[in-house]
């Protein structure tokens, strides 16, 4: 671009700069980081307090992508946060020993709370235990929709054990019990 007032290129124009062919360092695309070293220890008392990823990310005045970001980037960002998550799970729990002998504590909010924040350390766990061989599984003995979603690829321990599940959440009782030993039907 070409000053008016003088007629020559404005040095400040990166179009007219490389139109007179000078290099000009590469632009950076994006917001540039706010990431600080700082960080590290805030993010640490924070979860202290019992802060989730979200409000830690508030606090910073970020979102959680970024945090996530800034965790790929800097180790000692990923581990402030691993201890920010294990000191947040442990003032959680320490809330629910603690309230648990109030008259006001709510057992169920409570409850609510861990398991949503820590979906892996607090969670309703059913476990189904499946014994024996699928070597003897007569597919011609199981309900067509069950057969259609193991010829769909549906490994088939996983859908006997879907079926049980909904059977014993349901109390769906069977029409009819398959020959007992004997051979004859119950």
């Known amino acids: 671009m070409i000053r008016a007032e003088t007629g020559q290129?404005?040095?400040s124009d990166p179009a007219g700069a490389e139109s007179e062919g000078q290099d000009m360092p590469p632009r950076r695309v994006g917001r540039p980081t706010d990431y600080a070293p700082g960080f590290c220890e805030r993010v640490v008392e924070l979860g202290k307090e019992g802060y989730s990823k979200a409000m830690i990310a508030g606090e910073l005045d970020v979102v959680r992508q970024t945090l996530d970001n800034?965790?790929?980037q800097h180790p000692e960002f990923l581990d402030a946060m691993t201890c920010?998550?294990?000191f947040s799970?442990?003032?959680w729990e320490k809330q629910g020993l603690e309230g648990i002998w109030s008259r006001d504590f709510n057992a169920q909010a409570y409850r609510l709370q861990v398991m949503n924040r820590f979906p892996d350390d607090w969670r309703d766990r059913?476990?189904?235990e499946l014994k024996g061989s699928l070597a003897n599984?007569?597919?011609n003995?199981?309900?067509d929709s069950l057969v259609a979603r193991i010829a769909n690829g549906e490994h088939p321990l996983q859908v006997l054990a879907s079926a049980a599940e909904e059977t014993i959440e349901g109390l769906a009782v069977?029409?009819?019990l398959p020959p007992a030993r004997g051979g004859e039907e119950v």
Do not use: H, I, T
């Open 70 to 72: 800034w965790a790929a």
């Open 141 to 143: 003995k199981l309900p």
């Open 137 to 139: 599984l007569d597919l």
């Open 89 to 91: 799970l442990a003032w």
């Open 84 to 86: 920010a998550r294990e």
């Open 174 to 176: 069977p029409k009819s």
């Open 9 to 11: 290129s404005d040095p």
């Open 126 to 128: 059913q476990q189904v």
